[in-house]
């Protein structure tokens, strides 16, 4: 069976650009990076605004590889979401880079508010998109249309909805770019078996007060998010709502 | 619905110390981080050799916030694995730190081949424990039952099976650590409901041609891995198969 042999696996180079930034939720990062870097061939590249290491939003700190200047091209462009994305809504050298490294990618992508970046920078005006489901509302505002699945593929455009999602969207993206094989074996590599012990995972199948509570909590968050969006959305000249 | 308000939350100060070794898989690690450092009144202490950056097997670069020598007493201890877990089995200034964690801590905790890490510290004999499907054979070889499941509860030890089962396992932990109702609110924080796109997740549910495969590109690693654990046992004084 050569197509399950490692051994005869597609080790074609693969550049893949994963984007950090302070505040980021790590786990919307380090999920996609586990799944990519397993990809034979592939070279991921750590790309930040400098080489100081990103302290995620839960505290946890990363290094970088390479900064938004020394990154070469690639043909995965990647970008997360957390708390720290609505700072970055108005960061010039941030979204330059995203236009940049987008320029020249086969795939754009993104997992959680990380797909409000990339609207910010001008790169999904048009498309179908998901983000986590508390800002996903949101996207509207740049001209992207919200589909809230776990993962959309639309044309080269592929984006995770919040955090774990990014799981479920790396072996997607795997899937595309190297075929079903590969991402069957990582799938079994990672025992990738999910049990979630308990059925609250997202609005449509939670019970509506703990849904009503996580709002509720988070209001002063999504209030902040709407006005960087709405600022970025005129920086880009978008009407909301188009 | 006070019980689902973050506001009237328990936030009981929570000390939970997770450790981090060259090579390990980092995911073993960052999937529970994100989830145990949500709790309110969490502090995570991120424990390793020295305060040198710790590269994961596939080579992202992560801070420790404390070495073996700083870190104080913590309710909570996780070990995660990886590859790197081999090279560990021998080193005493880990296994050595295990065991006066594991002294003063309510829970005792693993993810994928970190159990054979608590194994070879004396800390799972007489348990029942998982591990990563390619290696739960070798708990056995220290007297530690082995329970093909996702997440495994045992008294005060709580293990949990490769790599990706450290979200559904660092669930589990919560709901014992702080209820099902914290639990509940932070699987729909983190979107927390998986969709595989392939269901290949254990040896249990994917073909038989793939498993095999998996176990004939693994069995260097194996090999060596189970010399480790053969190793560790005689220095235990466990007799393998009890």
């Not at 991921?44 to 080489?51: Q, R």
């Not at 939003?57 to 070469?72: K, R, V, Y």
Request: hydrophobic letters at 45%; a negative charge; proline letters at 7%.
């Amino acid at each position: 069976m050569p197509q399950h042999d490692a051994n005869h696996a597609d080790a074609t180079p693969l550049r893949i650009a994963m984007v950090l930034f302070p505040r980021l939720t790590q786990l919307d990062f380090t999920a996609p990076f586990e799944v990519f870097a397993r990809v034979p061939g592939a070279e991921v590249a750590v790309v930040s605004e400098t080489l100081e290491p990103v302290v995620s939003d839960t505290g946890l700190a990363i290094l970088p590889t390479h900064t938004f200047q020394t990154a070469g091209t690639a043909d995965v462009l990647f970008v997360p979401g957390g708390p720290g994305q609505i700072e970055q809504m108005a960061n010039a050298a941030l979204l330059d880079y995203l236009r940049r490294a987008a320029d020249g990618a086969a795939w754009v992508t993104s997992v959680c508010t990380g797909s409000l970046l990339l609207a910010a920078a001008g790169l999904l005006q048009g498309y179908r998109a998901t983000c986590h489901w508390l800002s996903i509302d949101q996207l509207s505002l740049f001209g992207v249309e919200p589909q809230p699945s776990r993962v959309v593929v639309d044309r080269n455009r592929i984006t995770g909805a919040g955090i774990t999602s990014g799981i479920d969207f790396a072996l997607e993206v795997v899937a595309k770019l190297r075929g079903g094989d590969l991402a069957r074996r990582l799938t079994l590599q990672l025992e990738y078996d999910p049990e979630p012990p308990f059925r609250t995972g997202n609005p449509r199948v939670a019970d509506a007060a703990l849904v009503e509570a996580a709002r509720r909590n988070a209001a002063p968050m999504l209030e902040e998010r709407r006005r960087q969006s709405l600022a970025a959305a005129a920086r880009l000249g978008v009407r909301p709502g188009l």
